[in-house]
């Protein structure tokens, strides 16, 4: 089997360092990994440069593909060039910082396993919910049994993502699946000056429940100390509201979309 690594914190990351230690048990990995950090980047792919790569060392020891890009970057060279042949699973992470709520949508490393599955490739995405140095050996060690599962229990056109909680492995709950939540990043600007008296600003903030989030929400089961599934895919459309918003739309057509005068209606 061939797997391809990637996450959004760097190639050089602890949480890269220990998923490739944990699954080469397994598998043939590649890594893949932007050359820097990557992170809130969400889907964004680079198309007016070009993409660098180069091969990524430690201690002398290789470490895989560096990309000037982002992580959906990465997961398309790895699939389309460097792998050298099909891959059977993407593995994006171990993030540091959960991945849950409104938040999924701004993440780097989410936004690798969506790319995988646009791609057609089963895929994985693991954070672990701290952003403190962290050990990640528990974290790796769950992360293979998933892809164990995930190539067992193929569900096409889907994207996993897993929150792991920062917790001793004997505190740790259990497994729920939940859906995606409406946890967000309350934010807000640090107003700064720099040396040379231009005005920048520093986005910061915490991620908080929202008041009234569901039970059954990765947020909320995450911070109970439950291991976190949620199964997701690209689709944002809102099908219970087509018929709805399509009624709408018909009722207001003419405001919208006037309709054309035929040709002998037209004014001379």
């Known amino acids: 089997m061939r797997f391809l690594l990637t996450n959004d914190d ?16 397994d598998a043939e990995c590649l890594v893949v990994a932007p ?6 980047v969400g889907h964004a792919i680079t ?7 180069r091969e990524a060392r430690k201690n002398g020891a290789a470490l895989g593909y560096a990309v000037a890009g982002t992580p959906a970057d990465c997961v398309k060279l790895g699939i389309r060039e460097l792998a050298g042949g099909p891959v059977d699973l993407v593995v994006s992470g171990i993030n540091r910082g959960a991945n849950v709520g409104v938040n ?14 646009i791609l057609g490739v089963p ?15 528990f974290a790796a060690r769950f992360t293979r049994k998933m892809a164990a599962f995930i190539l067992a229990h193929p569900w096409p056109g889907t994207a996993v993502n897993v929150n792991i909680p920062a917790l001793p492995e004997g505190e740790i709950k259990g497994v729920a699946v939940v859906k995606q939540g409406r946890t967000r990043l309350l934010e807000n600007f ?19 429940l929202a008041a009234d989030e569901s039970p059954d929400a990765d947020a909320c089961a995450l911070r109970q100390g439950y291991i976190t599934i949620t199964p997701l895919h ?10 709805e918003f399509g009624a709408r739309v018909k009722h207001h057509r003419e405001t919208l979309f006037p309709a054309v005068p035929e040709d002998g209606d037209k004014e001379k």
């Open 234 to 243: 690209s689709d944002l459309t809102r099908y219970d509201l087509l018929d």
């Open 47 to 53: 198309l007016f440069r070009p993409l660098m790569v």
């Open 104 to 117: 999924v949508l701004y993440s780097g490393t989410v936004s690798a396993a969506t790319e995988a599955v």
């Open 190 to 208: 640090e107003r700064r000056v720099d040396p040379r008296d231009n005005i920048y600003y520093w986005l910061a903030g915490e991620t908080q």
């Open 123 to 137: 895929s994985l995405a693991v954070s672990l919910d701290t952003h403190k140095e962290a050990d990640f050996t």
């Open 35 to 40: 050359e820097i950090e990557q992170s809130a």
């Open 10 to 25: 760097g190639i050089y990351a602890k949480g890269l360092a220990s998923l490739y230690q944990e699954l080469s048990r």
